[in-house]
């Protein structure tokens, strides 16, 4: 009789130890709920910077980009201002021809006319010979196409012509595609209204870019000219 109280007492004990156990479980364990609260931090916590940053990010956005750049190199040309410098500035008296400015004439014309700021941003009137996008264009390509010609001819000892014409070389194709580049890269910020007066970083000054333009379009002129002469590469 001992015995068997003895073994009903043991298991009593085994069975209120472990419904304590399960109860201690319970109360441990997280809720469903509470794991789904976890995750959700998780998530939030170890998602990359670069995936979080959005569209509306003053930093990543283009908008923010655009106009940290504005703020380091744009400068605002009004209207008055332009004004001043047309009747103070002697080189806007006359032309390069000596001729004076004057109001609607197809050349030379006022520089409130000729100005992507305040004057027609026209087809017509942008590449006119006095416009915006001539000089720029051709300046900026003549750049472009004498560091080409430098150093293709190095790598080459071609001269430019037979880069661009001889059968099998791929200079005229790659000659009309920077071309295009040029000339719709530097039309666009014509076409808003902003002329190269209105950016500046440092050296980099639109005066700065329209005399390296003109002597590297004649530099470029005087290297076709040597070596339709010669014959033979310039830089090679």
């Not at 399960?22 to 959700?40: E, F, I, Y």
């Not at 001729?99 to 000729?114: H, N």
């Not at 005399?211 to 339709?228: D, H, K, Q, V, Y």
Request: glycine residues 8%.
């Amino acid at each position: 009789m001992a015995a068997i109280m003895s073994l009903v007492n043991v298991s009593a004990a085994a069975n209120i130890n472990a419904n304590v156990g399960t109860t201690l479980q319970r109360q441990n364990a997280p809720s469903t709920a509470n794991w789904t609260g976890v995750m959700a931090l998780r998530r939030r916590t170890f998602t990359s910077p670069r995936c979080a940053a959005g569209k509306d990010d003053p930093i990543v956005s283009p908008t923010g980009v655009q106009e940290a750049v504005d703020r380091a190199s744009k400068k605002t040309i009004t209207k008055e201002a332009i004004l001043e410098n047309q009747e103070k500035n002697e080189s806007e008296q006359r032309s390069v021809f000596g001729s004076k400015p004057s109001s609607g004439a197809p050349y030379p014309r006022p520089e409130i006319e000729r100005r992507p700021e305040t004057g027609d941003r026209g087809f017509f009137s942008v590449f006119a010979f006095d416009g915006a996008a001539p000089e720029t264009i051709n300046g900026r390509a003549a750049m472009l196409g004498f560091v080409w010609a430098f150093l293709a001819e190095q790598a080459t000892g071609l001269t430019v012509i037979e880069q661009l014409f001889q059968p099998g070389n791929p200079g005229l194709v790659y000659f009309i595609g920077a071309v295009q580049v040029v000339t719709y890269a530097s039309l666009i910020p014509i076409m808003k209204g902003e002329s190269t007066d209105a950016r500046s970083f440092g050296p980099f000054t639109a005066r700065a870019e329209r005399w390296n333009g003109r002597l590297a379009m004649i530099g470029f002129a005087a290297l076709i000219i040597s070596e339709l002469i010669h014959q033979t590469p310039v830089f090679h």
